[in-house]
């Protein structure tokens, strides 16, 4: 049983036994009129601050899921953010070492730890053009503008996973990127997906 179904039953618990309890205190001085005040000041009293202490609980519950969201964002964020620079800086140099084989290998790790289903997915058709245009080492401009096409798919999903949670908003972005990474490579739209 969870800690706060457990806190639960005992509130309702304690609450009833006090809540019989007051009554019978109540009913015990009915000949007393100040008496009787006091009771229900008491009752008043306990079911205020019963439902304040329930309300503030449920608000740190959701404040706590809010911290862990936003860091669950930046964390993601950070990574894809990482990820995209990292294939900026290979196509870039226009060649891939063995420590850039390590770093992404790295970063392919992270990425599984943190990822949606969607990014996965992208991710490992990304790696697969990835793979099979790096082979020799060497990128030229038409292994870059494939890696580059690939990398515009998963920023899709990345985008997605980040931001939107459309289905229908994220199919035109996934158009509209794929129809923009295909004007900048000169290549027509029509050939791929």
Do not use: W
């Not at 996965?120 to 790096?134: C, G, I, P, Q, R």
């Not at 503008?145 to 990345?158: H, P």
């Not at 459309?166 to 000169?186: A, M």
Request: glycine share 2%.
């Amino acid at each position: 049983m969870k800690n706060s179904t457990k806190y639960l039953l005992i509130s309702l618990a304690t609450f009833i036994i006090g809540y019989i309890y007051l009554r019978f205190a109540y009913a015990s001085t009915q000949d007393i009129p100040f008496a009787q005040e006091i009771v229900l000041v008491v009752l008043g009293t306990i079911v205020t601050i019963a439902i304040t202490a329930a309300l503030l609980n449920k608000q740190s519950e959701v404040e706590i899921e809010k911290e862990q969201r936003v860091k669950v964002f930046d964390l993601k964020s950070n990574l894809y953010f990482d990820l995209i620079e990292f294939i900026e800086s290979i196509l870039e140099k226009s060649e891939i070492t063995d420590k850039d084989l390590i770093t992404l290998e790295f970063l392919t790790h992270k990425i599984s730890v943190v990822a949606n289903l969607d990014v996965l997915e992208a991710y490992s058709d990304f790696t697969k053009v990835f793979k099979e245009t790096t082979l020799d080492s060497k990128i030229n401009a038409l292994e870059s503008d494939a890696i580059s096409a690939e990398l515009a798919r998963l920023c899709g999903a990345i985008r997605y996973d980040l931001i939107s949670k459309e289905d229908d908003t994220s199919i035109k972005v996934q158009k509209l990127i794929d129809r923009n990474i295909h004007t900048l490579i000169d290549e027509d739209p029509n050939l791929k997906k």
